[in-house]
């Protein structure tokens, strides 16, 4: 089974500071891998997903993760944190299952705060 | 357009109760999944609907929980005798098809379910 590992329970920064959150997989074939953020009392929204083609993936808000399959890692990075980024994060990976349809398994999340 | 919509979203019943959930999917979308997050923990998947039935049930935890989409749009999640460990929140997603690459899950903002 697939599985993703959120190395921080929590991670603080503050404004105008490097984000970094952390997220290693385990995988038994080329995985699809995604970050998502919930915003309190709001859905889950996708910030952006690596599907096997460019390592480097771009999202939405200046977020990017890089997909290190020799780290089984896909650490989630943006260069200067915004009060808006406030939120929790989490690392998703798509497990195929017997069906060959995709479910998501989720990371136990990371809260990422930002300080004035 | 209008996103998946879940409702209600708060619900507070007695332990043995019996409480219904239900969601709308986005219009159009024939991939609809309910996941589970408890507090503190990321979302953890229960069932899988492509259409009108039920394609992976395996997230189920036990035959207390059911859920339908009769008419491959609104699904209902019904959970019987309720216990105070079914307290979380229930997150419903949609998707245009289930596989790649345009199998992003689009999440509702969940039905809080408290069990007293």
């Keep these: 089974a697939q599985s993703v590992t959120q190395l921080d329970s929590h991670v603080s920064v503050s404004e105008g500071t490097p984000v970094l959150l952390r997220c290693n997989y385990s995988s038994s074939y080329s995985p699809s891998l995604f970050w998502y953020v919930q915003h309190p009392n709001k859905g889950l929204q996708l910030l952006l997903k690596y599907t096997s083609a460019a390592t480097l993936v771009k999202g939405i808000n200046g977020f990017e993760a890089e997909f290190k399959k ?8 943006k260069p200067s944190a915004h009060m808006s980024d406030a939120a929790e994060y989490f690392c998703v990976v798509s497990d195929l299952g017997d069906t060959g349809f ?5 990371g136990t999340g990371t809260r990422l705060l930002v300080s004035p | 357009g209008a996103g998946v919509s879940q409702t209600p979203s708060n619900k507070v019943t007695e332990k043995g109760k019996y409480v219904e959930l239900r969601c709308d999917p986005i219009s159009g979308h024939t991939a609809l999944y309910w996941y589970r997050q408890s507090l503190g923990q990321g979302p953890e998947f229960l069932i899988y609907f492509q259409g009108t039935g039920a394609a992976d049930d395996s997230g189920l935890p036990n035959d207390r929980f059911f859920a339908v989409r ?8 019904k959970i019987q005798r309720t216990e105070r460990g079914d307290s979380a929140v229930y997150l419903c997603a949609s998707s245009p098809t289930p596989r790649p690459p345009y199998n992003e899950q689009f999440f509702g903002p969940g039905t809080r379910l408290t069990v007293l």
């Design chain 1, 70 to 77: 020799s780290e089984t890692s896909f650490h989630l990075t």
């Design chain 1, 102 to 106: 995709q479910k998501l398994v989720f």
């Design chain 2, 70 to 77: 009769p008419e491959g749009s609104v699904s209902t999640l």
